[in-house]
């Protein structure tokens, strides 16, 4: 089962409301947030990063970057990476590489979302294609995902 398919029907177990949309082929979050017609704020940018060489991801609105001081102090890591696509692609099987919704609890990769991204009432993410998004309420996410809500984005 793609992406796309596996996270619709995750969504709908749990009874989480949600908008499916598409737009044309975009590789950057904000392409995609222009192209889906929603704010840089809003729209859920996954960054996998390498702490001490284990996959962990970083979630934060597409308008920012990643501080990757603040990223390693806050996952006490003595060594931070942004990783390459060879070397999470694996991690995401049923996604196209760079499109991994931020979902990581579903591929067993620890979540951590930037405050400024927590803050949002709705988000708008990827999910496992370069023309596909949903968007759904940040508590519903939240529930779900369980990530680790800290300051990590510039």
Do not use: W
């Not at 579903?106 to 988000?123: F, M, R, S, T």
């Amino acid at each position: 089962m793609r992406c796309k398919e596996r996270l619709a029907q995750y969504l709908t177990e749990n009874g989480v409301p949600f908008k499916a949309m598409s737009h044309p082929t975009a590789y950057t979050a904000q392409e995609v947030a222009a192209a889906q017609g929603v704010s840089g704020k809003q729209l859920a940018k996954v960054v996998i990063v390498k702490a001490d060489d284990k996959p962990v991801m970083l979630v934060l609105q597409a308008s920012a970057m990643v501080d990757l001081r603040k990223a390693a102090q806050m996952l006490g890591a003595k060594a931070l990476t942004l990783a390459r696509e060879g070397d999470f692609a694996e991690l995401f099987p049923d996604c196209e590489v760079g499109s991994m919704p931020p979902f990581g609890n579903l591929y067993h990769v620890p979540v951590y979302v930037d405050q400024g991204l927590a803050a949002q009432d709705e988000i708008v993410f990827a999910v496992g294609t370069h023309t596909d998004t949903f968007k759904m309420k940040y508590a519903d996410f939240a529930r779900l995902a369980s990530p680790v809500v800290q300051a990590f984005a510039k």
